[in-house]
């Protein structure tokens, strides 16, 4: 299913293959949490910024419109009309996140509804059914993500919970997949590995949880406060432990930076919401360093966001252009900022490929990074 074609130094270039077509490694997975991205894109939109593969939100599909009617309606791929494969979060996540009050017991987490309030449960029976009526191409393992900072002690309880909750998820997932009226009865699990930034437990969890067997494995828990700095160091420290021959994900995560220093440390997926999120305020990543349209300097400037960009929205549109749409808050001003980011993470992907592919990512990595500072401009 997974297959390294190259290798340079860490950084891998792999295939994954699927059901709903070869992903190719490392990739960047667009964020469709509500089954679309968020900037009036559509699946079509999809194919032209060189999307492979989408992440919708399995706690958000529930909530809205309902999983129970997605299956009605043939499946997630049928009703986004988005044929390449789709990873879908557990929910995990905005289960801790979103949820005002919630009570987590061995069973799963009981919580309100952040849109009306409604009393929910979800434990990893309920989301991987959820996920199965979804028929997503890859679901991923319900999970606790622990509070950054946490004790020591809490952490190891977490994590315990977390890999007993794996292991339920494995038993679900191969139930579902075997009845009849299951959507998609190839789809597969990938297991995150949780401890937030004590290495010791992170490397114990890898290992426990590197015996499982599953698709893929995801390093959870980051991004959520520590710094760059001890986010790598988790990264040193955890993908050593975990399968070669399985693809490792590293979750929300990030900028083109942190992509740049993870492919370095051998992951092969990763997710983020910056690019469509900064594209609606306006900022907008090129070769030369984050750009702020709003700004008074492109108020006359006729030129493309980045001159070496291919995208949509660089073929015909001007700096100038996109900020009188902003100025006048036209939604066109958003759709073709998060158009042009998501092309150019979908480029700096397909760039990363080729130059492991090349042996010369560790070049690349250097002249990447050192062009992003030209400007110097942030926000």
Known sequence: MYKILAQD?????????????????????????????????????????KCQTALSNTYHLHVRPGDTLIRELGGLHKFMAF????????????????????????????????VDGRKIFMGPEESITIQSNLGSTIAMAFDECAPHPASR????????????????CIAKLAELNLQEGTINKNQVLFGINQGGT???????HAKVISELNLAGYAIGGLAVGETHAQMYDVLDNVVPFLPKDK????????????????????????????????????????????????????L????????????????????AYIRHLFKAK?????????????YFFNTLMEEIRGAIEAGGFARY?????????KKGERG
């Open 9 to 49: 130094g860490l950084a891998k270039r792999g295939n994954f293959e699927t059901p709903h077509g070869t992903i190719k490694t490392p990739v960047f997975m667009n964020v469709a949490t509500c089954a679309a991205i968020k900037g009036a894109l559509s699946s079509a939109d999809l194919y032209a910024v």
């Open 83 to 114: 044929s390449g494969p789709i990873l879908t979060d557990s929910g995990g996540f905005q289960v801790f996140s979103l949820a005002q009050l919630r009570k987590i017991k061995e069973e799963g987490v009981y919580f309100a509804s952040h």
């Open 153 to 168: 002690q809490y952490m190891e309880e977490s994590v315990d919970r977390t890999t007993r909750w794996l292991r339920r």
């Open 198 to 204: 004590f290495n010791d437990i992170r490397r114990e």
């Open 247 to 298: 693809p490792t994900y590293l979750m929300g995560v990030g900028t083109p930076e942190n992509i740049l220093e993870a492919v370095e440390r051998g992951v092969d997926f990763f997710d983020c919401v910056l690019p469509a999120r900064n594209g609606r305020h306006a900022n907008v990543y090129t070769n030369a360093g984050k750009l702020n349209l709003l700004n008074k300097q492109y």
């Open 300 to 319: 006359k400037d006729d030129s493309p966001i980045d001159e070496t960009c291919s995208c949509p929205t660089c073929r015909m549109h001007s700096k």
């Open 330 to 342: 036209e939604m066109l001003a958003m759709r073709l900022c998060v158009q042009h980011n998501l």
């Open 365 to 373: 990595k250097r002249e990447k990074l050192a062009g992003f500072e």
